[in-house]
């Protein structure tokens, strides 16, 4: 817990710093150095050496990251292009564990993608606080999902994939999700429907994507993504609820919701 503690006491201002008072461009750079961190957490998952293949992949998810990032209007075209690419890899063995573990790789390519809508938030209208909203929010509500779970929590959320969730941890995480959400978009002049919005949305959609994340580690039989964060495990590990909420809270800045 104390490793946790000290953990975000040093990496919370740091994203403090690079919303409000960074250029949006080091932001967008430190998307990219997240994205490398946790797709070699995905590459590593498998516990297989570091070979070629590996190398492809992480090269091809360079340029997609690259290409979404500072390039948007390439983006399609991209994605049909590194595709193909997955396809052609295939080529290189027949076997159906080889073909399977290459579209493992490509789909974590596209799973730490969704970082990158991170930055498409903090660039919109009111981005900051959007931003920051969501994140108070969900900060919150992992932190209460996992102090009501350890109170309160008897019934379970999903067995086979994530033992120690609650049911009764992942209400509790939503409706205090929401309601930081709401406080937060009052601090930030932000309404109060625009807050409630975001902390209901990204609460909920959070816990799918801890649990999507849960769903690999399971599989490859790892409790962490990597050691790298003291306490908390690795970039993904981190980042589970933040990567599914990013995608939708932008869709509805995107769709006029927000």
Known sequence: MI??????????????????????????????????????????MDSKRFNVIKSIYFAMNAVFIFMILFDMQLFVYTLFFLFIMNMVVGFYKTEKESILTNHYYFS??????????????????????ILMTMLISIWAGDSFAYLCGRKIGKTKLSPK???????????????FGVVFGVASAYLFKLSLYEGFMIGFVSNIVGILGDLAESVIKRAFNKKDS???????????????SLAFSAFFVYMMVLWKIL
């Open 3 to 44: 490793k946790r503690i000290i953990s975000a006491a040093v990496l919370i201002p740091i994203v403090v710093w690079l919303i409000f008072f960074a250029q949006p461009q080091l932001f967008a750079i430190s998307i990219l150095f997240v994205n490398f961190i946790a797709y070699m957490e995905w590459l590593n």
């Open 108 to 129: 974590g390519m596209i799973y730490v993608s969704l970082y990158a809508f991170l930055y498409f938030i903090l660039i919109a209208e009111s981005g900051k606080f």
């Open 161 to 175: 994939i994530s033992p120690k969730k609650t049911i009764e941890g992942a209400v509790c995480g939503i409706i």
């Open 226 to 240: 990597s050691h790298i964060i003291p306490g908390h495990g690795g970039v993904m590990d981190r980042l589970d």
